[in-house]
């Protein structure tokens, strides 16, 4: 009786180290880890949307990007357009995903060419966003 009530309670542990414990260790220990290497050959600008009114009110949106060598997002990163004074926010941080926001205004019926920086580095591409009044 004896053997009977160790071999069960015996599978009850296997059991409950196979079914919960190890798999909470394992995943634990294979997360990913978060990228902080700045790749600026595959960091990117992108138009959201890069024609508004020049009205002072209307915004173009322009996102960046910021990615490591395996297009992972770092975050983190300090990131700044320049290229239009009236940039909202001067200067972002990137989230967990690596992507900031950033939103432009003008009176001026013009075309602006916006270039990124991120941590003071220049990004090898840029955008450009258009104001007209039609």
Known sequence: MLTVVVVVVSMAVVYF????????????????????????????????????????????IVNVFVLDSADKGVPGRKVALTGIESIFPQGAVSDNEGKTSFSMTSIEEKQYKI????????????????????
């Open 17 to 60: 180290l196979a079914s919960y414990l190890v798999p909470k260790v394992l995943v634990t220990l294979t997360k990913a880890a978060p990228a902080y290497k700045v790749s600026v050959a595959n960091s990117r600008i992108i138009g959201e949307k890069i024609l508004a009114k020049a009205d002072g009110k209307d915004k173009n």
């Open 115 to 134: 270039q990124a920086t991120v941590d003071g580095i220049q990004l090898p591409g840029t955008i450009k966003v258009t104001f007209r009044n039609e």
